[in-house]
Each structure stands twice: as structure tokens, then as C-alpha cells.
């Protein structure tokens, strides 16, 4: 029995196992049409993968999913085969590599990315520890590659197949010129390495994305008498499309339909700003004399892990906290102490940290 490989069409994980089986000689036979919700759900389907994701190689000693297993898999039908590190540390750090790739870039990529297509909830602190991530990690990468020509050794390995096919895919969706121009030598490499035939041949032309996607919230309700362009149709567009067929309709927040608050946001962010003595007798005294209890609920958050050293973590956890708790999406501000008081608009209208001491 063949390899057979099934998987979405354009699906970037599965890019990793046939540019593998490209430079390994491998045949593998491409079945690229599963439809999310139908095909991948069936008794069958999950046979091969008890979740429903693709890709899924199926072998003559049964399935194996999971991209990089499944790609490790193919090279190592050929015996020898460079692509898996000729040395017994090279072996390690192709390893290394590709799980850098999968847990440090794609999954920042994605943590980016899919809330702007409506993936996931939008948030913008949430987005912004998923881009600090991805910069550290892209730094780290930079300074391999300044000296580095590939991952590991003096040719392509599996490690260069994985990272290529994470980051194309991060290049073609949401990370700008603007944005990795930071990291001269990534770009070099990327460029350089989906110019390689065997990359050519399997993931086409690449073209950078020019602008972030925006987010669902901000987005325009589509026109539905626009034609669509035929560029649209293109193998890369299809893949962003294949993201997008998960997004469900968002429910409409019935705290939207309660009256405006009479308290101010803005009064008390100025207030608070421009008190630079005395904070707790006129801002603090400032704040509960504004505040406004019909309109919005206070919450007093006690940090016990290790007195939050990195805020942004606080952000997320705390901002994530308050979008489970109200479905609100709005931004949360927390300020850098560890203990806060936090004010949430029930309207949905906006919220503030007010630091408590
Ligand atoms: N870690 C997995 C990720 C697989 C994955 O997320 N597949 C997506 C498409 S790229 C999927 O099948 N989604 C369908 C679903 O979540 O039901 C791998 O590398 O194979």
C-alpha cells in the first residue's frame, strides 16, 4: 500500500510532508479534499486521528498523525537520509529546531492571526503577548541564521522544511515587510529557501501579505453583490479560507442593551493621569466619587503567583478572565502593580485598572 496523505487543500502542514517527500524521493499520494465538519468527523476519519485534524498519513502499519511525526515518518523511508542530521547532535537539533518551529513560531503566528479571522475571541493584549512572543523568538532565529545558512549543519534538513513551511505561511498572512524587516537574516532564509525547487514545486509562488488582516469586530459586513476577484481563488488565498470556514456567527451581548453609564471613563483616566501628589486623597477620592455601580461592576483581583513579574502575563490572564466572564471584547487596562481593582463596563463600552494600595 502506498502513502497516502489526506489532508485540506493548501494546508501548510501537510506542505511539510510533501516538500520532505520531495527531497526524499518518497512517493506519497495526495488526497487534498477533506472538508472540515464532514469528511474529518466520520468514525472512519477519526480512526486515523481520534480529533479530526489533518494532516494524516495513512502507512501499510496504519495512520500516523501530527505534521512533523508524519514528516519524520517519510524521511525516514530513505536510509541516510541528510534531511535528519548526519551526526548524533545534528539528530538532536533538527529535533530542537522543529520543535522551536511548531511551539515558539507557528503557534505565535497563530495566536495572531486566527483571532483577526474570527477564529478565536479578539484581544488586543492577548494579541499583543502573541507578537512579543513572536519577536523574541524571531530575534533567537535571527542571530542562528546571521551565522547560519540552515538550521542545522551546511544543508537542508527536516528543520529547514518545518520552519519554511511555518513561517511562509506567517509571511503570507500577517507578518508585513514592515514587520520582519526587524529580522533581515529570517527573511533571507525564507526567501532563499522557497526559491528551492522541491519548496517551488510544492507551495508555489510566495507573495508577502501587505497589510495585517483586520479584525472581525472592525471589519465591514460583506457585500454580497461583490464579485469576487479571481485572485482570490489563488491556492494561497484558499489556505487563509480554509481558517476562516471555522468561525461561528457571534452572539449578540445582551449587556449591549443596557443604558450608557453616567460615569466617564475619560474623566477619571485625566484625573488619574494628571494627579502626580497626594494620588490616593484626589485620585483614589476621585474615582469613588465618579464611580457609578448601576453601570459597571468592580472586581478586586489578588495576584498570588509570584507578584506577576512580566505584566503582560497579568494582561492576558486577566483580560481573558473578564471576556469569559462578560463575553466583552473591549480593551482591559491593568496597571503594572500586582494587585488592582478592575473596572469593567457592563455596557461593554471600555474598562480601567485602578491600582489599589
Ligand atoms: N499539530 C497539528 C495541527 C493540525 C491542525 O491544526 N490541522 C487543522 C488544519 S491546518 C485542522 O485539521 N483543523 C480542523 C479542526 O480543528 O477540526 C499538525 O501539525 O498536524
Known sequence: MALVLHT??????AYKVLVAAEYSGVKVDLVDNVQFGVTNVTAEFLKMNPIGKVPVLQTPDGPIFESNAIARYVTLQKSDNPLNGSSLIDQARV?????????EIDRCIGLWLYPR???SPYLPPAEEFAITSLKRSLEALNKHLSTNTYLVGHSVTLADIVMVCNLYYGFKTVMTKNFTSQFPHVERYLWTLVNQPNFKKVIGEVKQVESVPPSQSKKSAPNPKAKKSPEKETPKAKEVAVVEEAPKPKAKNPLDLLPPSKMILD???????????NFHDIAIKGFWDMYDPEGYSLWFCHDQVQRRKHSFLCHHEQSGWIFAAYGLSSQVRFCKDADHWILTSLQGEGSLAVPWS
Not at 485540506?8 to 502542514?13: C, E, G, L, T
Not at 474623566?267 to 501628589?277: E, F, I, V
Open 8 to 13: 485540506s487543500p493548501a494546508n501548510k502542514n
Open 95 to 103: 529535533a530542537q529546531w522543529m520543535d522551536f518551529s511548531m511551539s
Open 117 to 119: 479571522l474570527g477564529f
Open 267 to 277: 474623566d477619571w483616566k485625566r484625573l488619574y493621569s494628571n494627579t502626580k501628589t
